[in-house]
């Protein structure tokens, strides 16, 4: 689909998140020859590639806000549980694996009119829409036995979220801002993380989640400028459209906004002073990528989305940091 951080890649114009495949006809999103061709049975290969498990860029972006989460719900003087941690790993591989499968569902006819989307599972016949659909419920059911190692307010707020997972694809159909859904949806894990180690919510997973909305805004749109085009010719929305040339202006607005909440969300965890400093070199990583990104360039608009994950580990290592040494 376009504009498709979901799913790891971007649908219609040769370029595939992660992948290092060119614009232009003649490509395909799926790299013959690569880790899942060598290291996986035939019969594994197109359920591998149906959850992305080849471009795992969509993963970090879904697990990162829980991580944070995580990390600032520790007692002051610790690091965060990593057994927690690990669990909110294998969720989100399999939840990212079940939004991209049930996107493909959704979207097979599109793909299969797109060269390069044409050869995904789906399309291209390596997997029906009924093993499609056995093989989402399958990681849907991973995402449950995960959720049941938690308390009882994790396991009900993250089973409110496949609300959010099974709206976004139709997102796009539906209303120019998409990527605000997407926000929605990807950054549940900062109120998941929290309530798994507190037991309820408070202010800081919230003002967290909402920096994290605003984080995917204006990546996502950053993104979704590789798709402009397409995305007209679809007939498909995103903020990338609505925004036009206007969207650098915007995605410093929201930068700038993702890095006062995320700042407002640490004076109760009793966080290191030198925290504020963390955020704010975060913060800083992410309007430098804004305001040097051009537009009119698909290649630099997939390098300053890519960066973005680089701004959130480093939100990570200041959270994590900064607990361990507080007093």
Same mark, same amino acid.
């Given at each position: 689909?376009?504009?498709?951080?979901?799913? #790891?890649?971007?649908?219609?114009?040769?370029?595939? &998140?992660?992948?290092?495949?060119?614009? #232009?006809?003649?490509?395909?999103?799926?790299?013959?020859?690569?880790?899942?061709?060598?290291?996986?049975?035939?019969?594994?290969?197109?359920?591998?590639?149906?959850?992305?498990?080849?471009?795992?860029?969509?993963?970090?972006?879904?697990?990162?806000?829980?991580?944070?989460?995580?990390?600032?719900?520790?007692?002051?003087?610790?690091?965060?549980?990593?057994?927690?941690?690990?669990? *909110?790993?294998?969720? /989100?591989?399999?939840?990212? #694996?079940? #939004?991209?499968?049930?996107?493909?569902?959704?979207?097979?006819? *599109?793909?299969?009119?797109?060269?390069?989307?044409?050869?995904?599972?789906?399309?291209?016949?390596?997997?029906?829409?009924? &093993?499609?659909?056995?093989?989402?419920?399958? &990681?849907?059911?991973?995402?449950?036995?995960?959720?049941? =190692?938690?308390?009882?307010?994790?396991?009900?707020?993250?089973?409110? +979220?496949?609300? $959010?997972?099974?709206?976004?694809?139709?997102?796009?159909?539906?209303? =120019?801002?998409?990527?605000?859904?997407?926000?929605?949806?990807?950054?549940?894990?900062? $109120?998941?993380?929290?309530? @798994?180690?507190?037991? +309820?919510?408070?202010?800081?997973?919230?003002?967290?989640?909402?920096?994290?909305?605003?984080?995917?805004?204006?990546?996502?749109?950053?993104?979704?400028? &590789?798709?402009?085009?397409?995305?007209?010719?679809?007939?498909?929305?995103?903020?990338?459209?609505?925004?036009?040339?206007?969207?650098?202006?915007?995605?410093?607005? *929201?930068?700038?906004?993702?890095?006062?909440?995320?700042?407002?969300?640490?004076?109760?965890?009793?966080?290191?002073?030198? @925290?504020? $400093?963390?955020?704010?070199?975060?913060?800083?990583?992410?309007?430098?990528?804004?305001?040097?990104?051009?537009?009119?360039?698909?290649?630099?608009?997939?390098?300053?989305?890519?960066?973005?994950?680089?701004?959130?580990?480093?939100?990570?290592?200041?959270?994590?940091?900064?607990? /361990?040494?507080?007093?």
């Amino acid at each position: 689909m376009p504009s498709d951080t979901l799913n #790891g890649t971007s649908r219609g114009n040769g370029t595939s &998140q992660g992948n290092g495949t060119s614009r #232009g006809g003649g490509h395909t999103d799926i790299r013959p020859g690569d880790w899942i061709d060598r290291h996986l049975p035939p019969a594994a290969r197109p359920y591998a590639r149906l959850a992305r498990l080849d471009r795992p860029i969509g993963t970090w972006l879904l697990l990162l806000p829980g991580w944070w989460s995580i990390a600032l719900a520790a007692q002051p003087g610790h690091l965060p549980d990593l057994w927690l941690m690990t669990l *909110f790993g294998i969720g /989100a591989v399999v939840m990212r #694996g079940a #939004g991209c499968t049930l996107n493909d569902i959704i979207d097979r006819k *599109f793909d299969a009119l797109v060269e390069r989307t044409r050869v995904r599972p789906i399309p291209s016949g390596a997997v029906s829409v009924p &093993q499609a659909i056995a093989f989402l419920i399958a &990681q849907c059911l991973v995402g449950l036995a995960v959720l049941v =190692w938690m308390n009882g307010a994790t396991i009900a707020l993250g089973a409110a +979220s496949l609300a $959010l997972v099974g709206a976004y694809p139709l997102m796009k159909r539906i209303t =120019w801002w998409p990527q605000a859904f997407l926000g929605l949806t990807f950054n549940w894990g900062a $109120l998941l993380g929290w309530v @798994a180690v507190k037991g +309820s919510l408070g202010w800081t997973p919230v003002l967290l989640y909402a920096g994290g909305i605003l984080w995917t805004l204006g990546y996502d749109t950053i993104y979704a400028h &590789q798709d402009r085009e397409d995305d007209v010719k679809v007939g498909v929305k995103s903020t990338a459209l609505r925004l036009g040339a206007a969207s650098k202006r915007w995605i410093l607005g *929201f930068y700038a906004g993702t890095t006062l909440l995320w700042a407002a969300a640490l004076p109760p965890t009793g966080i290191h002073p030198l @925290a504020y $400093l963390g955020v704010a070199v975060t913060g800083l990583m992410l309007l430098r990528q804004a305001w040097q990104w051009r537009p009119e360039d698909p290649a630099d608009s997939l390098a300053a989305f890519r960066a973005a994950r680089v701004a959130g580990w480093v939100l990570l290592a200041t959270f994590i940091l900064g607990m /361990a040494v507080a007093r």
